[in-house]
T-cell receptor, first 118, second 114 residues
């Protein structure tokens, strides 16, 4: 079975440019999460969706960041304009959130997108 | 709010030895789950093991086991018979029931020496 797919795997861009990160969750999963990992702040949740609807975007740093999920198999995280402090690894994760008994509901992560803004 | 503390920034272990990675947590919610993830140098986050707060037994998955001490609020990961491929960052995380957010610790970098 395919895991969470992210593209691109690496992105180098110049300050001020628009960056779009893409994610395909595991088929059948109804939750999708975007995380950011930096040395200073560790792993932090940016936003998550349930059934394609954004539920909590309180972790989105500022208006330069936006995320969409137009359908169950695709999500984007956009940064416009990008800044050097946005340099980080961005992870997408998904999970199946309707386990009747087992509350484990593990989040499965994609390989990440390593973003460098010069 | 929930918090995870991993006090060991780095650990060095000889191959084939057992290793314990520490994790303490803080939450006021009685229902929660604890997760361990492995992040090798390639960067992906790999789920290892899960422990629910109401689980009666410590979780085990192959060479991984979780030493869950609820009263102490600790959930240490034990890796038996360590292998060179176990060298990686290891993250402990918590999720309380009803919430979706995983709160991660800062991680422990484990190095297995031959």
């Amino acid at each position: 079975d395919a895991g969470v797919i992210q593209s691109p795997r690496h992105e180098v861009t110049e300050m001020g440019q628009e960056v779009t990160l893409r994610c395909k969750p595991i088929s059948g999963h109804d939750y999708l999460f975007w995380y950011r990992q930096t040395m200073m702040r560790g792993l932090e949740l940016l936003i998550y969706f349930n059934n394609n609807v954004p539920i909590d975007d309180s972790g989105m740093p500022e208006d330069r960041f936006s995320a969409k999920m137009p359908n169950a198999s695709f999500s984007t995280l956009k940064i416009q304009p990008s800044e050097p402090r946005d340099s980080a690894v961005y992870f997408c994760a998904s999970k199946f959130g309707r386990s009747p008994i087992n509350s484990q509901e593990t989040q499965y992560f994609g390989p990440g997108t390593r973003l460098l803004v010069l | 709010a929930q918090k995870i503390t991993q006090t060991q920034p780095g650990m060095f272990v000889q191959e084939k030895e057992a290793v314990t990675l520490d994790c303490t947590y803080d939450t006021s919610d009685p229902s929660y789950g604890l997760f361990w993830y492995k992040q090798p140098s390639s960067g992906e986050m790999i789920f290892l093991i899960y422990q629910g707060s109401y689980d009666q037994q410590n979780a085990t998955e192959g060479r991984y086991s979780l030493n869950f001490q609820k009263a102490r609020k600790s959930a240490n990961l034990v890796i038996s018979a360590s292998q060179l491929g176990d060298s990686a960052m290891y993250f402990c995380a918590i999720r309380v029931k009803g919430a979706q957010k995983l709160v991660f610790g800062q991680g422990t970098r484990l190095t297995i020496n031959p």
